[in-house]
């Protein structure tokens, strides 16, 4: 135990400026809207409209990081390695910018898109760390 979290936690505010970013991009860009009504989303919009790719980021994100956070927050409890965790925090995080980005600059309903690359590399980063994570909780038994 006793662990230098440090990064870590570094690479996890990162991922809550990400989300808070996607917020206000996602709330303003819906708000110009001529007759946005409130907690509703035009079912017609699709790829092409910047409303429904920042919506789609944003609720994206909200589908992905409860089992993130949880999964880093058991890590950090049962005292993981403080190098796995920062290095799968950040390679989250810099892949989920790096969706962001790519679903933000790119209209497309092809599958797998170039964001669809980086959901996975962050996908990826999650399963490994949550992997590491029942390897030592087995351990711990």
Partial sequence: ??????????????????????????????ARQPGAVP???DESLSHQSFVF????????????????FG?????????????????????FALARIA???LYYGLATERNPSPRSYFYLIALLANVV???????????MV
């Fill in 1 to 30: 135990m006793g662990e230098d979290y440090q990064l870590a936690y570094a690479g996890l505010a990162v991922v809550l400026i990400t989300l808070l970013v996607q917020m206000l991009v996602a709330s303003y860009s819906k």
């Fill in 39 to 41: 907690g509703k989303i």
């Fill in 53 to 68: 790719r920042a919506h789609r980021t944003f609720m994206n994100s909200l589908e992905n990081l409860p089992l993130f």
């Fill in 71 to 91: 999964t880093v927050f058991l890590a950090l409890f049962v005292g993981m390695s403080s190098t796995w965790v920062a290095v799968t925090v950040w390679v």
């Fill in 99 to 101: 969706h962001m980005v």
């Fill in 129 to 139: 760390l949550l992997v590491g994570l029942v390897l030592q909780l087995a351990n």
